[in-house]
C-alpha cells in the first residue's frame, strides 16, 4: 500500500542544537516533496519545495534532501531557537499527476520542541 | 495581502444536522482544496477545485459530504446529517496558476458534533 510516514511523532532538542526531522515514503514516485509548518490552532504554512532531481534545498537555517533511492526527505534546521517549535508536515504530489497541481499526500507530522 | 479565509471559525451541531463550511481563496488563486485534520492525524485531502474543470472529488469520505465553488472563488463544504466522527479542523488551501506547487491554508473550521 501507499504510505508516507514521518517516523517521529514527537522531538525534543536543546536551543542552538541542529534539528533533523525524517519523512519516508512507499510505494509512491513523487515528481516533488514539501514541508510545512503548523503551529497550534492554525493552518499550515509552506516552507521548501524539492523536485525529484534535486538532491538539496536549503532556505536560511532550513535544509531539506531528498534521496529517491531511499525513498526519503530529510528536514534540518540549524541553530534551532525556540520559536522554530511547532508541527512540521511533509507532503509529496504522486508523479502521476504528471506536474500539473493535484492533491497533497501528507504525512502526520513531528511535533519540534526547543527548549531553551 | 489577505489570505485565505474560512468562516465559521468553530462549529457546534447536533448528530444528524447539516452544516455548511465557507472558504474564501486568495483572490486570482485558481486551485481550491478541503481537507480535513483530525486530532492527532495528518491532513486528510477531500476534495480539489482547478478552474473550471470537473472537481477531483476521489477524497470525499462518504455522499453525505459535497463542495461547491461558485464563480471559480467562494467554494462551500456541506456535511448532511452529520456523525460524531466527523468532528475534525476542517482546512481550505489555495494556489495560483503560477506558483501552483505552493498551498496557502486558511485557520481551518473546527467543527465539533456532539
Known amino acids: 500500500s501507499q504510505k508516507i510516514e514521518q517516523n517521529s511523532e514527537a522531538l525534543n532538542i536543546q536551543e542552538g542544537k541542529t534539528a533533523t526531522l525524517t519523512c519516508n515514503y512507499t510505494n509512491y514516485s513523487p515528481a516533488y516533496l514539501q514541508w510545512y509548518r503548523q503551529d497550534p490552532g492554525r493552518g499550515p504554512v509552506f516552507l521548501l519545495l524539492?523536485?525529484?532531481?534535486?538532491k538539496e534545498k536549503r532556505k536560511e537555517r532550513l535544509k531539506v534532501t531528498f534521496d529517491t533511492t531511499l525513498k526519503q526527505s530529510l528536514f534540518h534546521i540549524t541553530a534551532s531557537q525556540p520559536a522554530d517549535s511547532a508541527t512540521y508536515l511533509c507532503a509529496l504530489v504522486p508523479s502521476w499527476y504528471g506536474g500539473s497541481q493535484g492533491n497533497l499526500i501528507f504525512g502526520k507530522g513531528t511535533k519540534l520542541s526547543v527548549k531553551p | 495581502g489577505a489570505g485565505v479565509s474560512q468562516s465559521p471559525s468553530n462549529k457546534v451541531t447536533e448528530k444528524g444536522k447539516d452544516v455548511e463550511l465557507r472558504c474564501d481563496p486568495i483572490s486570482g488563486h485558481t486551485a481550491l482544496y478541503w481537507y480535513r485534520q483530525s486530532l492527532g492525524q495528518g491532513l486528510e485531502f477531500l476534495i480539489y477545485?482547478?478552474?473550471?474543470?470537473?472537481?477531483?472529488k476521489s477524497g470525499l469520505p462518504s455522499d453525505r459530504f459535497s463542495a461547491e465553488r461558485t464563480g471559480g472563488s467562494v467554494s462551500t463544504l456541506t456535511i448532511q446529517r452529520t456523525q460524531q466522527e466527523d468532528s475534525a479542523v476542517y482546512l481550505c488551501?489555495?494556489?495560483?496558476?503560477?506558483?501552483?506547487?505552493?498551498?496557502?491554508f486558511g485557520p481551518g473550521t473546527r467543527l465539533l458534533v456532539l
Open positions: 488551501a489555495s494556489s495560483s496558476p503560477r506558483g501552483r506547487r505552493t498551498q496557502y
Open positions: 524539492i523536485r525529484e532531481n534535486e
Open positions: 477545485f482547478q478552474g473550471n474543470s470537473a472537481p477531483d
